[in-house]
C-alpha cells in the first residue's frame, strides 16, 4: 500500500480501499447525460445549417467550425474531466489507522493528507442510487465548508471517502474507533487508570 511509507512506527493500517472505478471515473451521471443531450443537439443544428447552403465560402466554414467548437465546450469537459479522473483513479487511496485517516490522490507525484481521528465529526453515509446497485457509499468524515459571500461565496467539499464497498460497516468502525481515540486522548492523566497512565498506548479493536 503506498500510505504505508507515510504512517508512524507505532500506527497500524486497520482498512485500506480506493473508490469503485466505474463511478469516480463517470463523475456524475447527470452531468453526462446533459453532455450527450448538448452533443446530439449541436450535430443537429450544424448538420442543417450544412445542409441549408450557408456555407459559401471556406472562410465561412472555418468561421463555422470554430464555432462549433466553442459551442461544444460543455461536451469537453465533461468527458475531458472523465480522462482525468481516469488518471488520477490509479493514485487514489484511503486508509484507517489507529490514529488518523489518510487520502492519497495526484496523476504525476503523489499528495497526501490526513485527519486526525478526533477531527472527524458529522460523520455519515451517502448512498446514491448508482452506489446501491453496485454495492458501494460515500462516507463524509467532515461536512462542506462555505466561504464568502455573494459573488465570492464558495463551497469546499469536505473529507470523504467515495465509492468504497461496505460503506455501513466501515462507518460504524470510523464511529466506534474515532469515539474511544478521542476518549482517551482527553480524558484527565489524574484519572486514568494505572494501566494506562496517558495517551501512550496502542489502540486495539475490541
Not at 33 to 53: K, Q, T
Not at 124 to 141: A, F, K, M, Q
Not at 170 to 198: C, F, H, M, W
Request: glycine letters at 8%; a neutral charge; proline letters at 4%.
Amino acid at each position: 500500500m503506498m500510505l504505508d511509507k507515510m504512517i508512524d512506527q507505532d500506527e497500524q493500517v486497520l482498512w485500506s480501499g480506493r473508490p469503485q472505478a466505474v463511478l469516480y471515473i463517470l463523475g456524475s451521471p447527470l452531468l453526462i447525460v446533459f453532455a450527450l443531450v448538448w452533443l446530439f443537439f449541436d450535430l443537429g443544428l450544424f448538420n442543417a445549417v450544412g445542409s441549408m447552403g450557408f456555407a459559401t465560402s471556406g472562410r465561412l466554414e472555418r468561421v463555422e467550425i470554430l464555432f462549433m467548437l466553442v459551442h461544444l465546450a460543455p461536451v469537453w469537459y465533461t468527458f475531458g474531466t472523465m480522462i482525468y479522473r481516469a488518471l488520477l483513479w490509479h493514485k487514489i487511496e484511503y486508509a484507517l489507522t489507529t490514529r488518523r485517516v489518510y487520502r492519497s490522490s495526484g496523476i504525476f507525484g503523489t499528495d497526501i493528507s490526513s485527519l486526525e481521528l478526533r477531527e472527524i465529526n458529522n460523520l455519515s453515509v451517502d448512498v446514491n442510487p448508482l452506489e446501491h446497485l453496485l454495492g458501494v457509499g460515500t462516507i463524509r468524515l467532515t461536512p462542506d465548508v462555505t466561504t464568502g459571500s455573494g459573488e465570492h461565496k464558495r463551497t469546499i467539499a469536505g473529507y470523504r471517502f467515495k465509492h468504497i464497498r461496505d460503506p455501513y460497516e466501515l462507518y460504524n468502525r470510523i464511529k466506534k474507533i474515532s469515539l474511544d481515540v478521542s476518549t482517551d486522548q482527553q480524558y484527565p492523566n489524574a484519572y486514568r487508570p494505572d494501566e494506562n497512565p496517558g495517551y501512550r498506548t496502542e489502540y486495539t479493536e475490541k
